[in-house]
């Protein structure tokens, strides 16, 4: 009796222990689903650029990211890059927008800004530039090339300024353009030495048969009297152009008449609330007489002479590497504000545009967009 009393317990015992161990664990698990399932319906995963207000444009990754310039009038957004022409433009009717990515013809210098204006798109080679028209930009028989040395045989190479420092090419209102090139000093190849001198050249729009089309009407070749060093920087202001140069600025108005303005170079020139600004290496200057004649506002300038400005709606703003300033001038100084750039911070800036109420900054690294009402919005966290 002893001996059966003793097993029956022992089995009753392990029974228990199994059943216990088997409530036990499926407590646990019962517990750790209400658990996931509470913590999943109060979990949000957030991507990281909805923590942005600038957005990176969908359209505009991999190959096509890089981009050197943008432009934009009432009826697109236009951008360019090494890999391509890019047009965005809003469809009303169907509330969105549609992206086109043109191959051009005689795709030249990626280094440089191509020139975009409503009309005419001007892109840079070795030795000559090719004009296409922005309303159809890939189609073979609709652009022309200008050959420099057809018009120079001392011609070196087209010189035009760096994308980070300057347009490549300028156009004033009578779609005439400003084409800057090296020429060897003494007209024979094995100079060392090299000097920038200036072609403009006059374009007519013809459009027949649904098409734009390109020609070259006229082209001048700019006699200089002195020498100018290497090329710094190119503008177009109303009727003048302005070439920045390493010992001369000149402008030169839609008569080709050139007038040496300033002995050395004057990077960035701007105009703003009537008057010209500019900035040389080391000065801050300002002209009341159109670019002719300069006065020193201020010598205390650090890097501002490195900065791209603007002006949109009658406020000036500037742009460099990733940041986004807006400049307040008086007779004696500029100050200014930093402007929102979170989403654009290691992205470098290439251009700035608007269209449909929003703005558009080019990047090496993509494009990015956000509302207009928002894009003058202050950083406080640089004050």
């Not at 990515?101 to 990626?110: E, W």
């Not at 490549?168 to 353009?177: D, E, G, I, R, S």
């Not at 100084?333 to 989403?343: A, F, K, P, T």
Request: net charge negative; proline share 2%.
């Amino acid at each position: 009796m002893l001996h059966i009393y003793i097993i029956f317990a022992a089995n009753k015992t392990e029974t228990q222990t199994k059943y216990t161990m088997k409530f036990s664990l499926i407590a646990n698990l019962f517990a750790i689903a209400i658990f996931s399932l509470t913590s999943c319906t109060k979990e949000k995963i957030i991507n990281g650029e909805d923590l942005y207000s600038w957005k990176a444009h969908k359209d505009f990754q991999y190959e096509n990211k890089i981009l050197t310039n943008g432009y934009s009038d009432t009826s697109a957004f236009y951008a360019s890059g090494p890999n391509g022409f890019y047009k965005v433009e809003y469809d009303k009717s169907a509330q969105q927008e549609n992206f086109t990515n043109y191959v051009l013809i005689n795709d030249l210098n990626i280094h440089q800004r191509t020139l975009i204006t409503s009309e005419i798109i001007a892109r840079t080679g070795e030795k000559g530039v090719a004009f296409n028209a922005t309303k159809n930009p890939s189609h073979g028989h609709t652009y022309d090339f200008l050959s420099i040395p057809d018009i120079d045989s001392t011609c070196s190479r087209v010189c035009a300024p760096y994308y980070a420092t300057s347009k490549a090419l300028v156009m004033n209102h009578k779609n005439q353009c400003l084409i800057p090139y090296y020429s060897y000093s003494d007209g024979e190849q094995s100079s060392t030495y090299i000097n920038a001198k200036f072609i403009i050249t006059e374009l007519s729009i013809i459009n027949e048969y649904g098409r734009s089309y390109i020609e070259i009407a006229n082209t001048v070749k700019l006699p200089l009297e002195e020498e100018m060093g290497s090329i710094r920087s190119l503008h177009s202001i109303g009727k003048y152009f302005f070439a920045s140069c390493l010992y001369h600025t000149i402008r030169i108005d839609d008569e080709f008449k050139v007038d040496y303005i300033y002995p050395t170079s004057l990077v960035k020139i701007f105009e703003f609330n009537g008057k010209l600004y500019a900035f040389s290496d080391y000065d801050f200057l300002c002209s009341d007489d159109k670019g002719l004649n300069w006065k020193v506002l201020s010598s205390n300038i650090g890097n501002l002479h490195q900065v791209n400005y603007s002006v949109i709606n009658g406020r000036l703003i500037g742009y460099y590497n990733s940041q986004i300033l807006e400049f307040s001038l008086s007779d004696t100084e500029i100050s200014w504000q930093y402007l929102v750039n979170d989403g654009l911070k290691g992205h470098k800036i290439s251009s700035i545009s608007f269209y449909n109420d929003k703005a558009y900054v080019t990047t090496l690294s993509g494009l990015f967009t956000k509302e207009y009402s928002d894009f003058f919005t202050y950083d406080t966290s640089n004050e």
